[in-house]
Each structure stands twice: as structure tokens, then as C-alpha cells.
């Protein structure tokens, strides 16, 4: 006959926050062992794709963990992707250079009149 297991906390409803595996003790008794959540890594913020380099953590242990676990050596390192800077950094070279082109037609059309 198989041998029951009881949980070994308080609560006792088989939740998201409940989830055991059952392990042997040296003894040959069967026991619950806890399992913990798992952490999701951070996703960026323009594409929705996930930041690579960034360990998955639960909120708790993010909060303990050295910054170079957490973020990339990069401008917005652990917010958006390499992608999506370049991006960025690219439209804003394209709005200048669009700027100093008006400048040029303006002065242009200012020394015909």
C-alpha cells in the first residue's frame, strides 16, 4: 500500500504557492519538499523580447543579488533589448541629421529671395 504524505505547512489547498515533490529521508520515510516559485527574466520594454544576460529571479532574491547579475554593461542594460537601443540610437541620429538638412533648404531658399 502506498504510504500517505501530509503537507508539513499550514496551508493545505494544493495552490501555486503550495507545490511539493516528494523526496526519501535517509530513514526511508517519504516527505514533502517545498518547491519554490520560478523567477522570470525581465523582458525589454520596446520589443517584449527577453533580455538576454539577466538571471530569472523571484522579486525577494532579485533584491539580494549583486548588479552585475542583474543588469548588461550597455545603456539601458536591464531594461531594454541590444536591439531596441540600436534602434533608438539610430532614429535619433536620423532626426537630427534630418534637422541640419531643413537648416541647409531654409538657408538655401533664404539667399535666392
Known amino acids: 500500500m502506498v504510504q500517505r504524505l501530509t503537507y508539513r505547512r499550514r496551508l493545505c489547498y494544493n ?3 503550495n507545490k ?4 526519501k529521508t535517509p530513514g526511508g ?7 519554490k516559485k520560478n523567477g522570470s527574466v525581465p523582458k525589454c520594454g520596446d ?10 529571479a ?3 532574491k532579485l533584491s539580494k543579488m549583486t548588479k552585475r547579475l542583474k543588469t548588461v ?7 531594454l533589448s541590444a536591439a531596441a537601443v540600436r534602434q ?9 541629421e534630418q534637422k541640419i538638412a531643413n537648416k541647409i533648404l531654409k538657408a538655401k531658399e533664404a539667399d535666392k529671395k
Open 29 to 35: 520515510k517519504n516527505v514533502f519538499l517545498y518547491r
Open 15 to 17: 495552490t501555486k504557492s
Open 47 to 56: 520589443t517584449g523580447v527577453t533580455l538576454k544576460g539577466i538571471t530569472p
Open 73 to 79: 554593461s550597455r545603456t539601458y542594460g536591464g531594461c
Open 58 to 60: 523571484r522579486p525577494r
Open 88 to 96: 533608438r540610437i539610430i532614429r535619433a541620429f536620423l532626426v537630427e
Open 20 to 23: 511539493v515533490k516528494v523526496s
